[in-house]
C-alpha cells in the first residue's frame, strides 16, 4: 500500500510537472508570446525547398497566374485575349476553365522525384491562390480540385507523397487576396454579377475597403482547416495579409499553429511578407528578391524559374541552373533559404525548361551539397566585384562571376565558394593572414581527390586555378584551420 501511495505520488508530481512544462510552451495569441518563437533547425539546414503554383489559371495560360483578375480588367491583354478566344465575360467566365482544368497527367510521383532529385528539402505547393479554387478537399467551399475539375485532393496527394518520399511538406494560401481579386467582373456585364456565383467569386470587393468580420473568419477557418487535415511544417502567406484588420486573426492562427506544431513534436515555420508579423514572430519571405547582408535572424526568398509567371503560361522564359545555384549560395551564405518555384501545365506536366533547370541544381548540389546543407553564416558573407541585388522584385539582373565568392560555415569547417569555374587564379582577400581570421592548415576541392596548390600570403589566399573542375556553375573549397 505505500508502495502504491509512493507511485502514485510519483505519477501526479511527473503529470503536474508535464503540465507545467506544456504551458510554458504554449502560445498566445499576442506578439509578446509570439516573440518566443524559434526557427527549426530543419528549416535552417534545409535551405531550398520547391513552390508550385498550379491551378485553373493554368488552362488559358496566357500572361500569368493573374488571368482570373486580368480577365476581368478592361484595357489589358487578357480581357482583350479573352474575348478574342472564348467570348464575352457574361457568355464564358473564370468558372468555364475548371471543366478544362483536368490534372489528367499528374503523377505525384513524378513530381516529388524530379524535386528531390533537384536537391529540395521541402516542397510547398499552393492550397488556394487569389482566384478562390481550392486544390484541396474543403468543409468550407464546393469549388475545389476534389469535386471540380480533376476530381482530386491534389494537396493530400502531394502531401503524402512528399512525406513518403523523406521531405517536408508545407503549403500556402493566398485566400485573403481573394476578398478584391475579383471585383473587375463588378464593373461590366459579366458572370460575377450572374445569381448563384457568389460563393466563388465574391467578395469582389475594393482593396480600399475594410475586410469583414464574416470573410476574415472564413479565412482564419481555411487556414486552420488546412492545419489540421494536413499538418504542414511551413504555412506560407502572400502580403495582403498585412491589413490592419486581419491584426487579432494573424495572432491566433499564428498562435494556434505553433501550438500544433507542440502537439505533433514538429518544428513549424510560418512565412510572410513585409511587416505582417512582427521580427522575430515568424519567418520573413522576399519575393523575387533577397538581402545584400547576414541577417541574425533566418530568412527566406521565393523565387520562380518561370520570369514572367508563377503558374504556366505560353510565352514564359526561364532561368537556368547557373542562375538559380549562383543566387541559392548568396542567399545561403546570409543566413536564408531559397523557395523555388515551377508551374506545371494544366494536364499536370512540368515543362522541360524548369525539369533541365531542376536537374542542373540538383547536379551540383550531388556534388557540393555539404557546403550548402546544415551551414551557417561565417563572419561576412563573401567578396567580389558583383553587387547583389537588394530587396523584393530585385532580380539578380548582373551575373556573378568567378571573381565572387561566398563562405559557409560547418562546424570547424569553412566553405569558400567562387560563383563560377576560375580560369585564374582565385585570390580571397577575407583569408589573407593579416585578415585576423586564421592560419590555415588545409584545402580541398569538394568533388575531386587531387591535391590543389595554394598559398596564404599576407594580403589574400591564392588558390591556383585547375585544369578540370568537378562540377559546372560553382567550384566549392573546404578550409581547415590550425
Known amino acids: ?58 488552362v488559358p495560360a496566357f500572361g500569368s497566374e493573374w488571368y482570373p483578375r486580368n480577365m476581368y480588367q478592361k484595357d489589358t491583354k487578357e480581357f482583350k485575349h ?8 457574361n457568355k464564358f467566365g473564370y468558372k468555364d476553365f475548371i471543366p478544362l ?31 478562390g479554387f481550392a486544390m484541396y478537399k474543403t468543409a468550407l467551399s464546393k469549388w475545389n480540385a476534389a469535386e471540380m475539375g480533376p476530381k482530386r485532393d491534389i ?34 456585364e459579366s458572370d460575377i454579377l450572374e445569381p448563384g456565383y457568389e460563393d466563388f467569386y465574391g467578395p469582389a470587393r475594393e482593396e480600399n475597403e475594410t475586410i469583414s468580420p ?35 486573426y494573424r495572432k491566433s492562427f499564428a498562435s494556434y499553429y505553433y501550438n500544433k506544431g507542440i502537439e505533433w513534436n514538429k ?47 505560353s510565352g514564359n522564359t526561364f532561368k537556368d541552373a547557373q542562375y538559380v545555384i549562383t543566387n541559392l549560395i548568396d542567399i545561403v551564405s546570409k543566413n536564408g533559404n531559397l ?21 542542373g541544381t540538383g547536379k551540383w548540389l550531388d556534388i557540393n551539397g555539404e557546403a550548402i546543407y546544415g551551414t551557417r553564416p561565417w563572419k561576412i558573407f563573401g567578396e567580389g566585384p558583383t553587387e547583389s541585388a537588394s530587396g523584393s522584385f530585385a532580380d539578380q539582373k548582373k551575373p556573378f562571376t568567378a571573381e565572387d565568392i561566398r563562405f559557409t560555415v560547418k562546424k570547424d569547417i569553412l566553405y569558400a565558394i567562387a560563383l563560377g569555374l576560375p580560369k585564374t587564379n582565385t585570390m580571397i582577400k577575407a583569408l589573407g ?34 585544369e578540370n573542375y568537378p562540377s559546372a556553375n560553382a567550384v566549392v573549397y573546404k578550409i581547415s584551420f590550425l
Request: aromatic fraction near 14%; glycine fraction near 8%.
Open 101 to 131: 482544368f483536368t490534372a489528367e497527367k499528374f503523377n505525384p510521383e513524378q513530381w516529388v522525384t524530379l524535386f528531390k532529385k533537384a536537391g529540395a528539402k521541402y516542397i510547398v505547393p499552393v492550397a488556394e491562390h487569389h482566384d
Open 1 to 58: 500500500m505505500k508502495n502504491n501511495f509512493k507511485q502514485i505520488l510519483l505519477i501526479t508530481f511527473c503529470l503536474a510537472m508535464a503540465w507545467q512544462i506544456q504551458g510554458q510552451e504554449r502560445f498566445q495569441a499576442n506578439w509578446e508570446s509570439l516573440k518566443k518563437y524559434n526557427t527549426p533547425d530543419w528549416f535552417r539546414d534545409a535551405k531550398f525547398g520547391i513552390f508550385i503554383h498550379w491551378g485553373v489559371y493554368s
Open 433 to 466: 593572414l593579416k585578415a585576423g581570421n586564421g592560419k590555415i592548415k588545409n584545402i580541398e576541392l569538394v568533388g575531386m581527390n587531387e591535391k590543389i596548390n595554394w598559398i596564404q600570403q599576407d594580403n589574400a589566399l591564392i588558390i591556383k586555378a585547375s
Open 214 to 248: 464574416e470573410y476574415m473568419n472564413d479565412w482564419l477557418l481555411r487556414n486552420t482547416e488546412l492545419v489540421n487535415k494536413y499538418q504542414p511544417q511551413l504555412f506560407w502567406f502572400d502580403w495582403w495579409i498585412e491589413q490592419p484588420a486581419l491584426d487579432p
Open 339 to 359: 523557395l523555388l518555384n515551377v508551374g506545371p501545365r494544366s494536364d499536370g506536366t512540368i515543362t522541360d525548361e524548369e525539369t533541365a533547370t531542376l536537374l
Open 82 to 89: 479573352h474575348v478574342e478566344t472564348y467570348g464575352p465575360q
Open 155 to 188: 494537396i493530400r496527394e502531394l502531401a503524402n507523397e512528399i512525406k513518403k518520399q523523406g521531405l517536408v511538406f508545407g503549403l500556402s494560401s493566398h485566400r485573403i487576396e481573394h476578398w478584391f481579386f475579383m471585383n473587375g467582373g463588378r464593373k461590366f
Open 267 to 313: 518544428g513549424v515555420v510560418l512565412n510572410y511578407k513585409n511587416t505582417a508579423y512582427p521580427e522575430g514572430t515568424a519567418v520573413l519571405d522576399l519575393e523575387r528578391g533577397k538581402l545584400s547582408s547576414i541577417q541574425p535572424l533566418a530568412w527566406q526568398t521565393d523565387d520562380a524559374i518561370g520570369n514572367k509567371s508563377w503558374g504556366f503560361a
